[in-house]
């Protein structure tokens, strides 16, 4: 079965770095574009970033040149680099697989 495991979220203070990482299991994690989707306390689903499995990727403006989304399709893990973070930032962020599956998320929290 489809399994997505994040991981890499914490606190971190605003103007600092996280990686997050996602675990694929279950299916051909090549084949499908991944996504990472965020929600903040009180507030909707908002997507930041796609990855095709050939690695075309595509940003939210919000989080445009400071985040980045890669893969490695050997490990079977997604990624999102994340810096220069602000208290805004804070949130569960999933990552979503192209049909649908997702994770269970990891915190983020972004404060002084």
């Known amino acids: 079965q489809v399994q997505l495991v994040e991981s890499g979220g914490g606190l971190v203070q605003p103007g600092g770095s996280l990686r997050l990482s996602c675990a694929a299991s279950g299916f051909t994690f090549s084949t499908y574009a991944m996504s990472w989707v965020r929600q903040a306390p009180g507030k909707g689903l908002e997507w930041l970033s796609d990855?095709?499995?050939?690695?075309?990727?595509d940003y939210r403006d919000s989080v445009k040149g400071r985040f980045t989304i890669s893969r490695d399709n050997a490990k079977n893990t997604l990624y999102l680099q994340m810096n220069s973070l602000k208290p805004e930032d804070t949130a569960v962020y999933y990552c979503k697989e192209g049909r649908g599956y997702w994770g269970q998320g990891t915190q983020v929290t972004v404060s002084s």
């Open positions: 990855i095709s499995g050939g690695g075309s990727t």
